[in-house]
């Protein structure tokens, strides 16, 4: 193909390799490419067209800003300076001019980037981050379960860890974000969790979750299909020895008995969660349930949500559990700091790896990664860092972030559960947490 020359045909290459990458009758050459359906894949080929074809050097930053294709045809035929700022880029956010009633409360989350980071004193920064929140006003610390993966693999058990941060703690709730309830025996499960509440003395809640990944299932290979009727099932019997009931299951010679656990625990209830990661319909299991919801904003937008959680809380009214009486935690990854500029070159590095170290768990869009070179791998991992980082995690300064916990309290939230073990040194991530308090503090606010 003969490089475009004027204007037309510039926008002619750009409109047709629009419409061609990204699956479009038409493009419209002043909607924002991401508007489009611009994924990171896409972005990294983009920014290398214009590296290789036009000389000119466009960040990840520049194309989440709002780039459309009339901006670059803009900047071909202006033949702009590497480095210079793009038209339609946008703005950074302004700090917000009000603060959030309501009370939205804030808790820490914990799924390490790497199991195999430090060969010791590899849960110090969960117990100092623990005691932190528990005499700062933070409502929670939340541990998941990973297995067979060094991307959360510090915690294949989070009643283990639980046990311990019960000991160093008196007032912040220990909670299961989640227990994969389908690997697991409910008995078991409520005797675990049991023992927690006893040596946390009544503390304890605990999110349920279907398990998606088939490799965990080589914990119970015969639940992987019916997963989510598993979780259901398995959350009713865990309530029901939770308040002291018994239930019946066969012994080891296939006769029924009656059994309750023991020991008992010091909550009458088990306050519950149903962890929803994107689609609508286990939303409305959580209300048709009457739990709380656990969810994130990793594969879905902050708009999105929103109609996820009015589908929840009407859920809840259907089935008798009061519309508003449920909560919604969002689970971010999060960094707050003394500026934005330090934020974002701290965070940097550390969430690119993260990312990267993700793909292989997640499994959305690996393969394409992984036949990338590594030149466009870089690209797209700094694309995906960029989307984060702007609409998916909570960074920057306690006024700036406060953007940020405005949007997610208008589309329902009651609580931020923030991630902060992705890869900032140690020592880093304790600092900041002076910051996030004030945020909170901010957040609290009338």
């Known amino acids: 193909m003969s490089e475009p020359q004027d204007d037309s045909e510039i926008t002619e290459f750009f409109m047709e390799w629009a419409r061609g990458r990204l699956g479009l009758d038409s ?11 611009l994924d990171s894949v896409r972005a990294a080929e983009l920014l290398t067209i214009l590296e290789d074809r036009f000389g000119i050097e466009v ?7 709002g780039l459309c294709v009339a901006d670059l045809v803009e900047a071909v035929a202006r033949h702009r300076e590497p480095g210079a700022d793009l038209p339609g880029r946008a703005a950074a956010p302004s700090t917000p001019s009000h603060r959030i009633g309501g009370g939205i409360e804030f808790g820490l989350f914990f799924f390490a980037s790497d199991a195999q980071h430090s060969e010791s004193q590899r849960y110090q920064l969960l117990l100092d981050s623990a005691r932190f929140a528990d005499t700062h006003g ?12 060094k991307f959360g693999g510090l915690y294949p058990n989070p009643a283990v860890l639980a046990a ?14 989640s227990v994969v309830l389908p690997l697991h025996n409910p008995v078991r499960v409520a005797e675990d969790w049991s023992v927690v509440d006893n040596l946390s003395d009544g503390r304890v809640d605990v999110a349920f979750a279907t398990g998606w990944n088939p490799d965990d299932f080589v914990l119970a290979q015969h639940n992987y299909e019916a997963r989510v009727e598993v979780m259901r099932s ?9 308040r002291g009931e018994s239930i019946s299951l066969p012994n080891g010679v296939g006769e029924s008995r009656s059994v309750q656990i023991f020991p008992t625990p010091i909550q009458p209830d088990l306050v519950t969660w149903v962890t929803c990661s994107g689609g609508i319909e286990r939303f409305e299991m959580a209300g048709e349930l009457g739990a709380n919801v656990l969810t994130a904003l990793l594969f879905q937008t902050v708009d999105e949500l929103a109609d996820k959680i009015t589908a ?8 008798g559990h009061g519309a508003e009486a449920g909560r919604v935690t969002v689970m971010l990854h999060t960094f707050v700091g003394d500026d934005d500029t330090s934020v974002r070159r701290t965070v940097h590095e550390p969430f690119k790896s993260y990312l990267a170290d993700s793909v292989d768990l997640w499994r959305r869009g690996a393969e394409s990664l992984d036949e990338l070179d590594e030149r466009s791998r870089n690209k797209v991992l700094d694309f995906a860092f960029e989307r984060y980082y702007r609409s998916s995690g909570l960074f920057g300064t306690p006024d700036s972030a406060l953007s940020m916990v405005e949007s997610l309290h208008r589309a329902g939230a009651d609580e931020i559960a923030c991630l902060i073990d992705f ?18 503090d901010k957040a609290r606010s009338l």
């Open 27 to 37: 493009v419209d050459p002043r909607t924002p490419l991401t508007a489009l359906g």
């Open 59 to 65: 960040s990840a930053e520049d194309i989440y800003g």
């Open 138 to 149: 933070f409502s929670s610390i939340w541990l998941p379960e990973r297995h067979f993966h």
């Open 164 to 177: 311990a941060l019960a000991t160093i703690t008196q007032r912040v709730r220990i909670r299961a974000g």
């Open 234 to 242: 398995g959350m009713q019997s865990v309530q029901q020895l939770w």
């Open 312 to 319: 929840y809380r009407k859920a809840r009214a259907r089935h």
């Open 423 to 440: 890869g900032v040194a140690a020592p880093t991530v304790l600092d900041g947490l002076r910051s996030l308090a004030t945020l909170a």
